[in-house]
Nanobody
Framework: QVQLVESGGGLVQPGGSLRLSCSAS????????MGWYRQAPGKERELVAA???????KYADVVKGRFTISRDGAKNTVNLQMNSLKPEDTAVYYC??????????????WGQGTQVTVSS
């Protein structure tokens, strides 16, 4: 069992920045990929960004160049730096940790979610 605790959500104006953090505990030996998904009202949950233990990253096209994912292996933490935020980035953001980027959505563990609201 892997437990994930997220922090850093909130309200920000368009063009602003937020940083999300997620800390993993428990069976961390099973984790080779960590990442962030988001779900807006009425929409499906979608991948935002993910990173493997070797540093390979994957981003959704809509966040490339604005969001940066990083991982601190020693602290079992993954961070998501979000810049140039847009109203369409508004969603609940979920941390995910799993065996690899391909299967993490289906077989990984989830955090409780943190709300990000981009609005003036």
């Amino acid at each position: 069992q892997v437990q994930l605790v997220e922090s850093g959500g909130g309200l920000v104006q368009p063009g602003g920045s937020l940083r999300l953090s997620c800390s993993a505990s428990g069976s961390i030996f099973s984790i080779n990929a960590m990442g962030w998904y988001r779900q807006a009202p009425g929409k499906e949950r979608e991948l935002v960004a993910a990173i493997t233990s070797s540093g390979i990253t994957k981003y959704a096209d809509v966040v490339k160049g604005r969001f940066t994912i990083s991982r601190d292996g020693a602290k079992n933490t993954v961070n998501l730096q979000m810049n140039s935020l847009k109203p369409e980035d508004t969603a609940v953001y979920y941390c995910n940790a799993g065996p690899n980027i391909v299967t993490m959505r289906s077989f990984g563990s989830w955090g409780q979610g943190t709300q990000v609201t981009v609005s003036s």
